[in-house]
C-alpha cells in the first residue's frame, strides 16, 4: 500500500502521517525531517537546503527527488510507504510515477488535508519545538509547563526560524501556485482522497482511515 500525504503547512501532516504507519505498518516518509536533519549537518547541501527553509522556497527537484528515490529503495518499503511532504510539484509527481513504474509499484491513493490560510498561520505561528530532544509544543494549546523549557528533557524551547508569520506566508503563497495543481493532477488518476483538516486530530485520522480502507 503506497500512499502520499497532501496539505499545506500547518495541517497536521506530520501527526496524522505517523498515526497511518502506525496502524497500516508501513514506514512514514517524512522530506522535511529529513530536510532539516541535512541543513543541521554543516555540509554544503546542508546550507544549500538551510537558505531555502528560511526563505520559505520549495528546495529545488533534482535535490529532493534524489532524497527521495534513495529513500525508497530501502527494504523496509517493500511493502508499503507513506510519503508526507513529496510530492510538491506536478513534476515531482511524474518523476515518483516514472520512479515506482520501474519497479512495477504504484501510488495506490493520495490523502488531501484541506485547512484554510488563517488557520494555517494561527498555527504554525504558535509552534515551538525542543532544540534538544525535538518535542513539539505550542503557545496556545499546548506550552510547555515552563517558560521556553522542555518538558521531557529541560532543553531549551524555540520558534523554529521557519515558523515566523513572514516565511509562513511565503510558505502558503509558494504551496497555493505551486502544489496545488497537484489536486487536479491526482483528480484525474481517480486517486485523490479529500479530508477536512480543521477537526481534531481523531477526527482528521478517522477520515483518512475510512478512504484508506476503501
Known amino acids: 500500500m503506497n500512499l502520499i500525504l497532501l496539505g499545506p503547512p500547518g495541517a497536521g501532516k506530520g501527526t496524522q502521517a505517523k498515526f497511518v504507519s502506525e496502524k497500516y505498518k508501513i514506514p512514514h516518509i517524512s522530506t522535511g525531517d529529513m530536510f532539516r536533519e541535512t541543513a543541521q549537518s554543516g555540509s554544503e547541501l546542508g546550507r544549500k537546503l538551510q537558505e531555502f527553509m528560511t526563505s520559505g522556497k520549495l528546495v529545488t527537484d533534482e535535490i529532493v527527488i534524489g532524497v527521495v528515490e534513495t529513500r525508497l529503495a530501502k527494504q523496509d518499503t517493500a511493502k508499503g510507504f507513506l510519503l508526507d511532504g513529496f510530492p510538491r510539484t506536478v513534476s515531482q509527481a511524474q518523476s515518483l510515477d516514472r520512479i515506482l ?29 525542543c532544540v534538544a530532544c525535538g518535542a513539539s509544543y505550542n503557545t496556545i494549546t499546548q506550552p510547555p509547563r515552563a517558560d521556553n523549557i522542555c518538558d521531557k528533557c529541560k532543553g531549551k524551547v524555540i520558534q523554529r526560524q521557519d515558523d515566523n508569520a513572514q516565511t509562513i506566508r511565503q510558505r502558503l503563497k509558494v504551496y497555493n501556485e505551486q502544489t496545488s495543481p497537484l489536486i487536479e493532477y491526482y483528480t484525474k488518476e481517480g486517486i485523490l482522497k479529500v479530508v477536512d483538516g480543521s477537526g481534531s486530530v481523531e477526527a482528521v485520522f478517522k477520515g483518512l482511515c475510512e478512504f484508506i480502507e476503501k
Open 101 to 129: 513504474s520501474d519497479k512495477n509499484h504504484k501510488i495506490d491513493a493520495v490523502l488531501s488535508i484541506t485547512l484554510a490560510d488563517e488557520e494555517v498561520i494561527k498555527r504554525l505561528s504558535s509552534r515551538r519545538v
